[in-house]
């Protein structure tokens, strides 16, 4: 479990294919504190520590896993969203985040906005109604809040703003259309939505 708080920014430093995609990630973590086994957050998706050095961890991404998730992240040289798995007594900064990405998003727009960037995301239509005005959502497992949301032919449409030291401390710097970002919507509105599906039927 997480909580959308980003700290560290790795660097996919190799990546092998194996029976899956055997990633080893250069990381400002002290690996000494960090058993192999461990739940690390990169960029949105949950992924178990399988090996470590003095700078870097190794993870297995699966091929349901590359299938689900936003392309490019797993290739030599990406840029990741890291965060450490959340312990008891930590600071829930963001909001509840597990990790396990809902939809792969696309940015439609990017734009600046004072000194942030406002950016407009379309996610496919059945994520649409788990997605709310005001409410959380984790962007490649960066936690934001929801301007907000439009319904369209193409999908739904929503904005978030991007503030200058979310830019700076994340791998949003200089996001641009098209981009491609994994989606998870907040774990309440997931429940919410399979109660009210139940009912239904």
Known sequence: MFTGIVTDIGTVRSAQQRGDLRLQI??????????????????????TVVDKGD????????????????????????????????????EIGGHIV?????????????????????????????????VAPKGSIALDGVS???NEVEDTPDGTRFSVNIIPHTAQQ???????????????????????QRMIASRAH
């Open 144 to 146: 934001l809040t929801v």
């Open 55 to 90: 700078d870097w961890f190794a993870v297995d991404v699966s091929g349901e896993t590359q299938s689900r998730t936003a392309s490019g992240l797993w290739n030599e040289g990406a840029k990741l969203n890291l965060e450490r798995s959340l312990r008891m007594g930590d």
């Open 26 to 47: 250069q990381t400002g973590y002290d690996l000494d504190t960090i058993d192999l086994g461990a739940s690390i957050a990169c960029s949105g998706t949950c992924l």
């Open 98 to 130: 597990t990790g396990h990405v809902d939809a792969v998003g696309e940015v439609v727009e990017a734009r600046a906005e004072g000194d942030s960037v406002q950016i407009l995301v379309r996610v496919p239509s059945e994520l649409g109604a788990m």
């Open 170 to 192: 994340t791998t949003f710097g200089g996001i641009a259309a098209a981009r491609q970002l994994n989606v998870e919507v907040d774990v309440l509105s997931r429940y919410i």
